[in-house]
């Protein structure tokens, strides 16, 4: 059927028109097509550099026995694999697969050359030479820095796969302790490492022996042989000697080899092992355990004397427990890391730790007792059928340097029985802390049960450990922007650990950063059965060096010991000045910090102190430890004498140290750097009695000038009021000397020193002219036995005399100064503790062969005049006759030694 004419025009012209639109489409879609083609090529060409389309990848998953394992993969997306064809000739047919793994084993050194084929016929390889260094490079181990004894490796992961391995070294060729490397790959080679743990090889080489370990334990292990790190070796077991003023002076005024020392300040002696770092500066890169295994005994010291920094995420710490770690950065320490002393507190005694001397001869220190710890918590329940909990207590927080107290264990108890009963418990008190260490916690305490059948224990004190430790660090500039800590260890059950005691002295402060020092904390886990009580918190304290008291300025070059203060309470440092009349010494004896030029023993200038308690007075005066030349004259001459250190225990040839300063010659009171002598005969405190006291051993001591002295008093109640000095209402209360009755030795030490160029021999002496050598120490010629007076003349007897700081007074002295000892010569009988063996406790009380606090004698032929039995040092045979004094030694009919009184020559 025909379509009408009409109609079909109008379809032709709608044709003519779609025709038109699907022209203008096309050429549109062309144009937009032609605009985004390089795009489109672009990102396949993107893709396709990211997708590997041909690849033959391996992975080394053992060596063992140098038999080298791999599994190898071989693929090919777009064609697909034809063909292997193995090092040995064997050929694997694949048929078009895109991928596929095999395992293949190399036994000896060569080429192996891994071929794949596509389908379409295209090949590609993969030669592997294995040789020594291919084996040695499974595993890339490449030096990144070298301090002088350290050197730092980046460890390189190679053929590892998709395989997911971890890595671990070990330091020696014999050495099985392999320790697992961070994530950061680098591992740390530190010579007193391996000298430690003799872990160098023979040759002098080092081997770093480095690991992977899949987690099938799958193994490949590799050695670097390192022929450069400087293992000259420290001499760890012997220990030198080191003195000084304080600890921070110890390690700032010597140059100092790495090894163990002795570090003697005050009288405290500090064990320690240090290490110096010269004239370089330290980049802690990897976290650093520094020092030895050797816990508890020792201070570890690190000397840098250039820059010192600590990477951001590097954690710097002590090995071990140590007595304290102390840093000590020349030039200036930038830390972005931690340094750390969590945890690492030591298990040992505390003493006090002088770290630096201020003026007044006061010290900046830690003391030896920290905070105290938590009391242990009771709890009891009356049953039946309860279950309670109660809680511990926190430890005490340190003030003034200290250490924080352990926190105490909670208490747990379940009754569980059907009738009414009483059940209890206490748990573990925290301790106490020390100077290098926080308090432990107390354990917790658990008990059960059902009438009298009990179950469980009380907690036991101090039995969680892990405390804080004793940090300090002395350093130039101070930039801390990340943390430095001394934390006590958490709990949960147990008291936590006290808190360290931090100390930081700078020059210059950039940046404080966050130091804490506070206690552990506990960690709650099921409340009901109770918590630990917390730990401490220790003590943060940063001192800036330029802001500290400055010392005073002494002229005395003489090289006496410095007056040792810190055990004696109350005191006052003394000095006197000549008025413009040249008549009186006025004495200036209430100075509370030490004034400049407080001593000058090259000039007869001897160190004075007064010492003050309920209404007492005593002063005294400080003899140096020395050696000396044993006099041979009989006839009284200038002795040869040189102050010593007290580290000195050795003396010089033809000298002798004086027995009063050494632990044998003392009887043990040990190695002293000098003794406080009284500096005036004794006056009681009731000095008008009769006999300025008498045999009251009641009275107590004084030491004080222009009173009528303490006589006929028996030599038992003298030995007894001397050693109570030190208690309740005495004049030296609160000190922790060791009074006692002079020793006869301890006077000849004053007497032998009186004869030096330190004593009447000084260029500052009154007494005699001078080059004269007759320089005799004056008579106190006192009829009323005033204490310190000065008579007319040298040999006066019962004259008028004059007081001790009159125009003459220092001529009755043992410098010619005021600044000596009195009463030596004339005055009243000094009896000292020496007497005949066997004697000793019916005239002192003391047990017999007690020689700490008495000399002991022997006199064979029982005669006054026989000096066989005389003792070095005692002034006795070795100065008899000088001057024509009064000489008699003990006998059976005169037991106890009286030095210093008869007047007649």
Known sequence: MKMPKCLYDNLKNKKVIISLILIIILLLMSFIIFLVEPVRESIISILKKEEVAKSIEYEVYSNENNIIKMLLKFKDSENGISEIQLPDGDKLKVDGRNEIGIDYVIEKDGEYTFVSKSTTGEEIRETINVNEEYRNNLIGIEKIQEISTEQDYSITKKYDGESNYTYYYAIGENNTEWVQIPQYL??????????????????????LKVKKVGASGNTVEVKKKITDLNTAGIEFKEERVLEGESLIACIKDNELESGNYRLKVNGEEYPAEIYNYEDENVNYITDKNLGTREADSRMLIMKYKGNLTVNQERIVTAETRKKGMFIYV???????GEISMTEKGAEAEGQ????LKTSGNSYEYVPAEGATGASGVYHSVYGPSKETAKNGEKGADGENRATGGGGSGRVYLVA???????LSATSGAGTSGTSYSGGKGGGPAYKSGSGNNEYGSNGTKGANGGAGGLLILHVNSFNNTGSIVSRGKN?????????GSINIFYNELISQGTIEAIGGIIEETDVDKGIGGKGGNGTVTLNNLNELPKGPVISDNSGANSPNLDKIAQKTYVTWELNGAGTEYVINDEQTTQPDNWYDYENGKWANIKTTNSGLEAYWVWIPRYEYIVPTSTTATEIEAKFIPVSKTEADEGYTIHPAFTNEGNGGFGELDGIWVAKFEAVSNNPTASEGGGNNSSLKVQVIPSQPSWRYIETKNMFSVCRKMTNTGEVLEGSTVDSHMMKNTEWGAVAILSQSKYGVYNPE?????KGNKEYQIWNNSSSSYITGAVGTSKD??????????????????????VYGVYDMAGGSWEYVAGCLNGKENAKFGVTAGDSKYVDLYTNSSNSYSSYDGAKIGDATKETKGWNSDYARFVYSSGLVFGRGRCLQH
């Open 491 to 499: 709990s949960t059950l147990a008291g936590a650990t006290g808190g």
């Open 765 to 769: 002496s009154i007494n005699g002219e």
């Open 352 to 355: 006090d730790v002088y770290l």
């Open 330 to 336: 020349e030039e200036g320490l930038t830390n972005s």
């Open 796 to 817: 006066a007897s019962n004259t008028e005399e004059s007081s001790y700081n009159s125009a003459n007074g220092p001529k009755a002295s043992t410098t010619g100064t």
């Open 186 to 207: 680098i591992v740390n080679v530190d010579s007193y490492k391996v000298d430690e743990l003799n872990w160098k090889n023979e040759d002098g080489t080092v081997t």
């Open 416 to 422: 569980s029985s059907s009738y009414s009963f009483r």
